[in-house]
């Protein structure tokens, strides 16, 4: 059974730090990952989507990075901002799946202190 | 392009009462997804509708829980009888085509059982 384990659960940082974010899976057979960002009260809004046979995707001062034998993904967050205070969840999709499931992880809160 | 739409926002009920939730996909889209969001986890698949079929109900729990898709657009997501472990937020979500394309998410209906 696919898991999906994002630490740490809870991040607070000072405005302007670059930092990272880290989700693990234990079945590495995936058909790709992704990142959403979700904000208090919202949907999710997808950031970045890595194809298995991707090892990164940039946008803007994001940039997702995928190591499938290890079974990680890391999200890097440039030179943070205010704005970017919200919780940010990684989802998997299984090869083994034919419904293409995404399977969550429960997600970082991340606080950028100005 | 107009989004996924859903309603109520918000909803508190006493426990065994029940409660219906409606999503509007964006149109167009085939595939359409409710998931559980329970606080401090990711999302979990409940349904997924291909049009308006089944596509996997694995994760509902059919004696409390039912989903219909009339005509493939709209949906709406039923618990009768409510318990206090079904407060969460449900989340809808639409994809153009097959089940392995991006998902875009509705704001949610955050349920709370009392």
């Known amino acids: 059974k696919q898991e999906v384990t994002q630490i740490p659960a809870a991040l607070s940082v000072p405005e302007g730090e670059n930092l990272v974010l880290n989700c693990s899976f234990t079945?590495?057979?995936?058909?790709?990952l992704q990142w959403f960002r979700q904000d208090p009260g919202k949907g999710l809004t997808s950031l970045l989507l890595?194809?298995?046979?991707?090892r990164e995707q940039t946008s803007g001062r994001l940039n997702a990075s995928l190591d499938k034998s290890s079974g990680r993904s890391t999200l890097y967050i440039a030179a943070s901002q205010p704005g970017d205070s919200a919780t940010y969840l990684c989802?998997?999709?299984?090869?083994?799946?034919?419904?293409?499931?995404?399977?969550f992880g429960q997600g970082t809160t991340l606080q950028v202190k100005p | 392009e107009a989004g996924v739409a859903q309603s109520p926002r918000y909803k508190i009920i006493e426990k065994r009462q029940s409660v219906a939730f409606w999503c509007n996909p964006i149109?167009?889209?085939?595939?359409l997804y409710w998931y559980q969001q329970i606080l401090g986890q990711g999302p979990k698949l409940l349904i997924q509708?291909?049009?308006?079929?089944?596509?996997?109900d694995s994760q509902l729990p059919k004696d409390r829980f039912s989903a219909e898709r009339l005509k493939g657009v709209d949906s709406t997501l039923k618990i009768q009888p409510a318990k206090l472990e079904d407060s969460a937020v449900y989340l809808c979500?639409?994809?153009?085509?097959?089940?392995?394309?991006?998902?875009?998410f509705g704001p949610g209906t955050r349920l709370t059982v009392l």
């Open positions: 079945d590495s057979a995936i058909y790709n």
């Open positions: 509708f291909q049009n308006n079929g089944v596509v996997d």
């Open positions: 979500a639409s994809a153009p085509g097959g089940p392995y394309n991006e998902q875009f």
């Open positions: 149109s167009g889209h085939a595939t």
């Open positions: 890595i194809q298995s046979s991707q």
């Open positions: 989802a998997v999709r299984l090869l083994s799946s034919n419904t293409g499931k995404l399977i």
